[in-house]
């Protein structure tokens, strides 16, 4: 192991560490707070605590699928102990995300929630990504591990995909009426690339697609090395 690498697997296994993160995750919800009690919401404080507590749970699921990309990439596999943090600070987001929607949006009337729920789409995309992200969040306790089985538990945890694309749908269909996708476009990016990452990683591991990858690396390789070959300059 190198230097480095040793030296920040040391620090990131230490109980600091782990507080450090726990405050780091906190400060989008410092910052919400103060600015809500502070009246440094703009003209719409509502719509800015909703809209913001919907970005901080996007952003959240982001880091969270992150994890394992670089922990695998930099062989820093003390990355692990962060990833239940980590994705409990998505679902804390999310039901600040919820609250504030039900709260100042719809007054905490459950009758009128159901029916916006029915009613608008985009609205009825967020609340089942809530809904799978509440059974992770549910789950996410050793007791409840040792209940569901590890087995049973690694496949209900792939659920994380299917709500990072429901996510995904839920901001793009928001944006729809405002012909605004740049910020969508980007995030897409982010978590399609992540989850492109973990299939490659997942074929790999599999001998014959392993294979076939090989292949096509090898392909791909193929003109760029003809193209530095100093006969190859005309
Ligand atoms: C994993 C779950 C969810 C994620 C990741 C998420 C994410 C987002 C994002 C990124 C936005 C746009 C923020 C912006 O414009 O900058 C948004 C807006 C919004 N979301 Fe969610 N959301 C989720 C769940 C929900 C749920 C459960 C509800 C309600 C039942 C909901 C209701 C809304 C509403 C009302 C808006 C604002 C629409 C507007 O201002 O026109 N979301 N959400």
Partial sequence: MSGLRLLLSRGLASGYAKALW??????PFCWLLYAAMADRLGANPAEALIRSSGDWTLRALCLVLAITPLRNASGLHVLARFRRMSGLFVYFYAM???LAYSWLDMGLDLGDIAKDIGKRPFILVGFAAWLSLSLLALTSFDRAIRWVGAARWKRLHRLVYGIALLA?????WMRAGK???AE????????GSLLLWRLVWWLRKRPAAGALL???RACWALPRQYLRRPDAER
């Fill in 168 to 172: 995904v749908v839920h901001f793009f």
């Fill in 22 to 27: 726990f405050l780091v995750s906190l400060l």
């Fill in 214 to 216: 090989g292949q096509l």
């Fill in 96 to 98: 600040l995300h919820l």
């Fill in 184 to 191: 969508v476009a980007l995030y897409a990016a982010i978590l």
């Fill in 179 to 181: 012909h605004n996708f």
